[in-house]
Structure formats: C-alpha cells, structure tokens
C-alpha cells in the first residue's frame, strides 16, 4: 500500500505550523503530526525579572491575544499578593476582556477561516463567487466591514486600558485606569453600534431571535424562514459549510475544558459566572481542579522535568535522539487526556442546548465549532452591556494597594479568546523563579503523550479523506477551525 | 504604476499586523488599493497554496518578480547558538530567506522594535536581533553598510507594536515615491522627532512635580514608576492609539518600547533614581540644571495641582 509523505506549511495560523501527513492510497489521512517551527522562548525570558515585569512581557506573547494574557499575568500576581480586587476593577478588566474575545472571534472567522473558501479547490462551488466577494483577503466586502467593525470595537479598550494591543493596565490590586462617566459613556455607544452591525450583518436577526434557537431543527427553520438569516454571515456559513461537508470533518476528542468566565459583579456584591470553570466529557460535567494540569514531553523536544507547570522547566533540547519526539509544543493534559478549548467548550460548559445536544450525539466537526465561534458574541454583548453600565456610578473604585512580592507560588487562569489561558509563576527574593505559559493552542495543537494518544487537532485530521492529496485543503480546515494562535504556543519549535 | 508588497513574520507576536487593522483613514484595505500596493504575499492574511508560495519565492529570488516593498515583522532569530533552528522554514533557517528577500527589495521596513532592534528575545537563548541592528549597535543581519536597490537603509518602524499611522504614513510615501528623511536610528522622523512625553493629558502635573507612587491616580509617573514618556521618541501622545488614548494618559508608564534596548533588563514600572532624582533624565539635559528646576517647580506647585483636583 503506498503511502504519501506530505509536510504541509499553514499560514493563516497566527504564527507558524507544519502538519506532516500520510496518506494511504484510498485518499484517508492516516497519520497526522502538529508540529511548530519557531521557538520564542519566551518562558526562560522571564527568569531573574522583577514580578510586575510579567504585565509587560507576556502580553507580547500574541498581538491579537495580549489582554488576555496581561489578565492571566494580572490573576497569579493578585493571587501571589493575596489581594482581591475591587468589583468595578473587575467590571473593567471582564470589560477589555470580553471586548477583545468578540474582536478575535470574528477576525479570525472571517479573515482566517472563511478565505479558505476562496481558494481552486472550491471554484465549481455554487457559492464560490459569493465567498470570493465576502472574504477575498484585504479585498472582500465581509473582509472590510469586520476590519471596520472590530477596529471600532477596541476603542473601548483604549478608552479603558490606553491603547490595543500592548497595553498593561492591569496590576495586582486591579487596573490603574480611572473612567470617566463620559469616557463610560462612549464605550456603551461603541458596544450598541458594534451591536447593531454584528445583529445584521452577522446574525441576521436580534440577538434575541438567536437566543430561541435551541436545537439543530430550531437552526434550520431559522435558516428557511427569512433572507435577512439566509444572507447574514451565519446564514452563508451555515449554507455553505454544511454543502461542503465541514459538519461531517474533523472530529475531535469528546472531552472541553474551560476556564469559565468572566466573573460579573452583581450590583448587590454578588458575582455570577457567565460560564462556569469545569471539563465537559461524556462522563459528565466536572469543576476545574488545576492541579490535574500537566505538560507531557514525551514526544516533545524537551528534557523530561515534573509536570505540573509550578514545577516544570522548559529545557530546549534539540539534539535528542529519542525518535519520538517531534515538536517542540508540549503536550497539555488533564487528568491525563488532551482536552478541546474555545468558544464551543465555553458553549458547552455554559450548557447550551443547541451545542450540548450536538456534540452528546455526534461530537465535534468543523462546522459546529466555528459556528461557536460566531454566536458567542451573542453570548457575551449582554454581559458586557452589564460590565459597562455597572462601572458608572459615583463611588467607583478600581484599585487597591497591593505590596509587591518577595515569596509567592501562583497562577492566574483566563478565557483567552482561543480558549484555557494558565499563567504559573514561582517568586524567590523578588525575582521571577519559574514562570510557565500553557496556552489554548497547546491544547488544541498538542503532540502525542507518553501513551500515544494524539492531540485533538491531529485526532480531528486523522481519517480525513481528501478531496487531492496534493493539496490537502481540508486538513487545513480543519486545523483552522481550532482557530490556532501559533505564537501563543512559546515552546515550539522543528528542528531538522 | 503598481509597487508590490511582500510582508513576513519572523520571531513575531502578530501584534504589529493587528495593530495596522486599526488604522482609521485610511483603513488597510482602501490603504492596498487606493495606493495601488499590491500584496503578493502576507504571511497572517494571504490565501496561496504552498507550491504557488514557493513559485513566487523563487521568482523574486531570481529577480523574475520585482519587489518594491519588503515589510518584516517580529525579530531574527538566530539562536541557537548563530544557527538560526530556532525559526525555521523547509528551506533552512528562516533568517537566511530573509537576507535573501532583503537583497532583491527596493525598499526594506523593518515593522515594529523586533524587527528593528531584536527587541523580545534579544537577550534570551534565542539571540533574536535586528535587521540592521542589534540593540544599539548597528549591523544586524544585513551588515551595517548594507543599503536597499532604491537607497535607504533598513527603515526602521519600532514600537511594540508599531502604531498604524506610522505603517500607513511610510507605505504611502513609498508608494508615491515620496523620500522618507529618516533620523536617529533610521526612524522617519515624521513619527520618530516628537517625544512620547509631549500630549500627555498629566503634563501639567510633571510641571510642578506631582509625581505619584501609587497606581490608580492623576499624577506624573517619571519619578518613580518608571515612565520613559520624557526619555522616548514616539507618536503616541500625538497620535494617540486606537483614535482614543495612550498609556501614559489612562495611567500606564511608557516603557519605551520604541528604543532599541526594549525590553530593558531592569524592573519595569520603578524608576531608578539617585536621591530621589531619575538617573535617566530627558536628552541633553544636565543633571545639575534639572534638579534646580524641579526643585522650583515643585515649589511653585498650585494646591489644584498637589490636590490631584486638576482633571486629566
């Protein structure tokens, strides 16, 4: 049987990934290796550093990401001073957070994922003209109103935080910034424009009409009842993903982790999470206990250090002759299984039934997993009309003192826009010790573990027919649908 | 008459492309075409089949593809050891395609500090460095001598991230063949001659020396909390960020990320200082004269301001 060898490079991945294929002679993918081919090291960076240097460096671990790292950063130091931040700081940071989250979940759909439909491959596609005109890169029509969209919706974190990306308005003890009632008022007026554009253009419909879509034959009569849903954004992705079998790829693991998130102050002092923190698996739903996180580099090249990121070390070792190993990623696990992270886990743990109920009966697909991706804005508008509108009376508070850190042991876990975000710290005589970064693509692009078990990307490749080996487009699909952040995933590298 | 764009990643964040989405007038796309740029190739945005890539590749490695503007965002990674593995691409270290792209470009931008100086990484396992410098020192990957087919050295856009207007203001110039004077470190001073301290909404306050200690109020941050706004060039007290604000406004201290030694080695947010007095004082001033005037001008300090009345 012969088997072809490809190495395919992805771009369109925030960063940079290498997936090496075999095919056998029935077109079926059956091998699939994740492999990174750049290493920032930006982990070992951060030893010998002051402690509040974290605020600074690690948001430059991504460019779309940053504040979400700045708040996982912010979290292990508010932990390592034990200091619990005002609610109105809380507001503020849950504010930029959700803010950005809606501003990479629709920049990644549609000017990462949906180009893939403008390519050869799809040309005697019925809708392929449509896509073309949608989401031809810095050319299509969708391309420009969600460069627009999204970069009116960063103000707000301007307004809030100084500047997007890069800022470091977060400190232990909460954020430094100090609204003003009319600075308050412009980001509402920001989100109720935003709002008004993602409801048409996007939607299709209110974010009500949305809401009452419960199942799959709810989603279908929302799709047949009206042209408004059927020439929205999520009307053309549903016609055309579902057309081109991206309901029927990539399936990945069954188990979802999540951080939960954010933590919305009450006015009466009470918090609620949006989503609660938890693993979502056949089994069951679960809390998150982070003790059971652990980096596996057993197929990684690294030298083998405890597991646990209070623990571990991140040791380049390049020259090994372990044939095992091949990426430089790590390999994330929880209680010992790779886990799937991102909007669909969040929709899952927040028990969404038109989520829930899919995946319980089918698992994971593209389709279902980018469609996540396009109605968690729906999920989040309210909750940041709630934020905002919360931080505007007269005795707001958005700081309090905290003393920096000579001894601490902490962590700070975000929803990053891609999914579960950990930052572990380790602070001796006020410096940074050890500081570990497990990112939602480490999850999501993770190598193989001690026992063989793949990530969930390379589980979701595997069995793939393709359309043309030569130019396995689907196997880019499908790893796109992960929204990887390449850049995130600091350890990896290939080297020959 | 077209220019053509090649744009790579090196050891990047992305952040420098993100942050040219959100230039405002113009925005990217009307950028592209109303200035007849044409992208053969962005790394975070273009759609091409990897043959095709590598087709073009070989077309302007050959010269067969002319190519006008060779825009490079995040660092050179020439670790390990001078190697380069660390970033690496089917063809070899990515550093050395970069050198390749660099000699065929008419123009060379180095987008962001990364690029410019090494920036992240520039003193870590992964010896990222510059295309024309690393840090201070000039030389870099292409060599110090080394000027481009239409006679700049590298242009040097930094800033972590780099702030659209400085994108879109030397893509448009270039694209018109207008000349970029460039100053200090090859920065167009257009961007690069004002200082990240001029604009700031707290001038007032570091007139009269309220200077704070404590996050989360209206005060100057030069003294103690580490701002580099007075020590810095860069537009973004001018420009502001995102249409909107700055750092240095809402209460974050500048950290000079547009200087070629950013990220610095010491703790971030505390200012050095010798007797309560910075140790890095404003270009060109003398320490003797300035501790004199701070001392006056604390003095004649309003109680508005020594109040934090005074909004900003």
Redesign the interface.
Known sequence: MTTLKKRIPLNRVEGDLEIHLEIDRDNVVTMARSVGTMYRGIENLMTGRGPLDSLVITPRICGICTTAHLCAAARALDMACQVTIPADAQRLRNTTLMVEQIQNDLRHLFLLFMPDFTRSHYAEHPLFDQAVARYQPLKGQTTLQTIQATKRLIEIVAILGGQWPHSSFMVPGGVVSVPSSGDIAQCRHILNGFRRWYEKQVLGCSLERWQAVQTWDDLQAWLDEDALHQNSELGFFLKIGQSTGMDRLGRGPDCFISAGGPDVPGSDGSTTSLVPAGVFSPQGIAALDPEKITEDVTCSFFKETPGHPFESRTLADPDTTDARKYSWAKAPRYDGKPAETGPLADLLMADNPLFVNAVRAGGTNVLIRELARMVRPAMLLPALEQCIAGMSHANAQFYTDALKPLTAKSVGLVTAPRGLLGHWVVIHDGRIANYQVVTPTTWNGSPRDREGTPGPWEQAIMGTVVKKPGDPVEVEQIVRSFDPCLVCTVHTIQVP | MSKTLYWI?G?????????L????TP???EL??SFNIE?LW??????M???DLDMLNERILSGDQPLDILCVEGSI?H??SGSG??????SGP?KDFIYALAKQAQVVLAVGTCASFGG??S????M?GGLQFNKWEMGGLLGQSFISRAGYPVINLPG??CHCDVMVGTLSALAVDDPVRLGHYNTPVDWYGVMVHQGCTRNEYHEYRIEEK???E?GCLFFYMGCHGPLVTGP?NKAL????????????PC?G?TRPDF?QQ?????TRNIEGIPIELPDGVSRAHYMAYKGMAAAAAPKRLIQRKT?I
């Open positions: 990643q050891g990047s964040c992305g952040g420098d492309t993100w942050s989405m959100n230039a405002d925005d990217p796309v592209f075409s992208v962005h790394h975070g945005l273009s759609v089949r990897a043959s990674i670790g390990p593995r660390f970033d690496m691409l089917p990515r992240i990484g003193d870590s396992e992964i990222a972590c991230p404590r996050f989360g209206r973004c960020w995102n249409r909107r604000s700055s750092k240095t406004r809402v209460g974050v950290f990320c990220p010491y703790p971030f947010f505390e909004n």
